[in-house]
């Protein structure tokens, strides 16, 4: 590419570009995932909505990996993050801690499937932004 290609580019993809304010992000909503799984013949969906990184780094906190796990390298405790986690960010369907536990420790789950959806809830939090530079490079 040449320079003048490059320069024609970034000229084009700031016009169609807003420019950051201090409003604008302040006011960003939190970042939303919708997602279907199987259940058998049935197909159920889920909205999670993501939550802020405070509050996120609050829950691994609470969240303190027993003597077993911290010695297998844990910086956290699974058992007790993950459904405290679906709770808060798990918006349709709507369930408690308790409800995400139930479902995490119960026989008809395994925990490949516990885990893909604890994991998408993850993914959510931890999800950065889609960064365009306008300066190649």
């Known amino acids: 590419m040449t320079d003048t290609e490059v320069l024609e580019a970034q000229s084009a993809q700031r016009e169609h570009a807003k420019r950051a304010t201090f409003a604008l992000l302040r006011d960003k909503r939190p970042a939303e995932r919708e997602f279907t799984i199987k259940l058998g013949e049935e197909s159920v969906s889920f909205l999670f909505r993501a939550i802020g990184a405070i509050e996120y780094d609050k829950l691994i906190t609470a969240c303190r990996p027993t003597l077993e796990q911290k010695a297998e390298g844990a ?62 490079g």
Not at 81 to 103: G, N, Q
Not at 108 to 122: K, L, M, N, P, Q
Request: aromatic residues 12%.
């Open 75 to 136: 910086t956290y405790n699974p058992d007790t993050f993950a459904p405290k986690l679906l709770a808060r960010v798990s918006i349709e369907p709507a369930m408690t801690e308790d409800e995400w536990r139930e479902l995490w420790t119960g026989p008809a789950w395994s925990r490949g499937e516990t885990g893909d959806i604890f994991f998408a809830a993850v993914q959510l939090c931890s999800r950065g932004l889609d960064v365009d530079p306008t300066v190649p």
